[in-house]
């Protein structure tokens, strides 16, 4: 009888023991599970925030292009201008000794 109290109080233990490490663990379980999804939901929104950057920056590039076409397309304007002013100046010149002459 003795034995069979030191049985039974084993395995009442034991079954304690086996709850309690259960309650533990969905505890323990619980808790990452929310972390976990905490952390996908803040690499979701930083994916999402590097696209926007990444767009941002193509934008960028694509207006900083288009600057530099548009102020070489300047530049060469610029040179046809004052070339056909000198040519000008020269045609004008040249009749203008010829006429003194």
């Known amino acids: ?3 069979e109290k030191n049985q039974l109080r084993t395995i009442i233990i034991a079954v304690a023991i086996v709850i309690i490490g259960a ?4 505890y323990v379980y619980t808790q990452k599970e929310a972390e976990l999804k ?3 939901s ?3 929104s930083l994916s999402r925030e590097m696209v ?11 207006t900083f292009n288009e600057i530099e076409s548009r102020l070489k397309l300047i530049k060469e304007k610029r040179n046809q201008i ?3 002013g000198l040519k000008e100046e020269r045609t004008r010149n ?3 000794l010829m006429t003194l002459n």
């Open 38 to 40: 905490d952390l996908m």
């Open 94 to 96: 040249r009749h203008l």
């Open 23 to 26: 309650g533990a663990a969905i």
């Open 82 to 84: 004052q070339f056909s």
């Open 1 to 3: 009888m003795k034995m």
């Open 52 to 62: 926007q950057k990444d767009s941002i920056m193509n934008d960028l590039e694509t």
């Open 42 to 44: 803040k690499n979701t």
